[in-house]
């Protein structure tokens, strides 16, 4: 399909393991957007790329959590030690060029659920 | 830092009601503003967006909304409800020209009755 792909849909790990979660954008999409959206909290913006760089990274809640984007496409959010509070269903969105007047096309999601 | 607000956290209309869901947000610069809709089991979609210009602003599905820059607000309108569009909407406003980076809103569920 042409659309936002995020894998995997579910996670379920123990608190304290790592996980990884995919985001391949849209082909030819340069800004890519990570947000979180859990219980209470609503849809809260983590990470943005453009490119593989990544000018702001105001969002990401604590070191434990980092992310990288490789060769202008996928893009990984990784994160370490993970606690109950992370939670949460992770949306990766793409478009097609930096700018707040290019539409965001969000996946799927990933569900993650911490034990 | 800009926040944004909705005021009606969930919303139960019968069919062919009209529907307005509020939406405030904080920063009073130049903004972009956003709907996005989430149907069950699908992702988020783009409802409609205002960026410059008629401050009245139609998007998919008969839906539109009106930008009120004194009133920091931007209410999504539909004059007639149809079971169909039963999904949660989130409002979403960007200050941030160089990055397009959004601030949502908590997110409103609409349940309509057949």
């Known amino acids: 399909g042409a659309g936002v792909s995020q894998s995997p849909s579910n996670k379920v790990t123990e608190k304290g393991k790592d996980v990884e979660l995919r985001c391949d954008p849209i082909?030819?999409?340069?800004?890519l957007y990570w947000y979180r959206q859990s219980l209470g909290q609503g849809l809260e913006f983590l990470i943005y790329f453009q490119g593989n760089s990544a000018p702001d990274k105001s969002g990401l809640p604590s070191d434990r959590f980092s992310a990288e984007r490789t060769g202008g496409s996928v893009s990984t959010l990784t994160i370490q030690r993970t606690q109950q509070e992370d939670s949460a269903v992770y949306l990766c969105a793409s478009s097609s060029r930096q700018g707040s007047n290019q539409p965001q096309h969000f996946g799927d999601g990933t569900r993650l659920s911490i034990l | 830092a800009q926040s944004v607000s909705q005021h009606n956290h969930h919303v139960i209309l019968s069919e062919a009601a009209s529907l307005e869901l509020g939406c405030n947000y904080s920063y009073g610069g130049t903004v972009n503003l956003f709907w996005y809709v989430q149907y069950p089991g699908q992702h988020l979609q783009l409802l409609l967006k205002?960026?410059?210009?008629?401050?009245l602003v139609k998007g998919i599905k008969g839906f539109e909304a009106e930008f009120i820059k004194s009133k920091f607000s931007f209410n999504l309108r539909k004059p007639s409800v149809q079971w169909s569009d039963t999904a949660e909407y989130f409002c979403?406003?960007?200050?941030?020209?160089?990055?397009?980076?959004?601030?949502f809103g908590q997110g409103t569920t609409l349940q309509v009755k057949p």
């Open positions: 082909s030819g999409h340069t800004a």
């Open positions: 979403a406003v960007n200050d941030d020209r160089n990055t397009g980076k959004l601030i």
């Open positions: 205002y960026f410059s210009g008629d401050p």
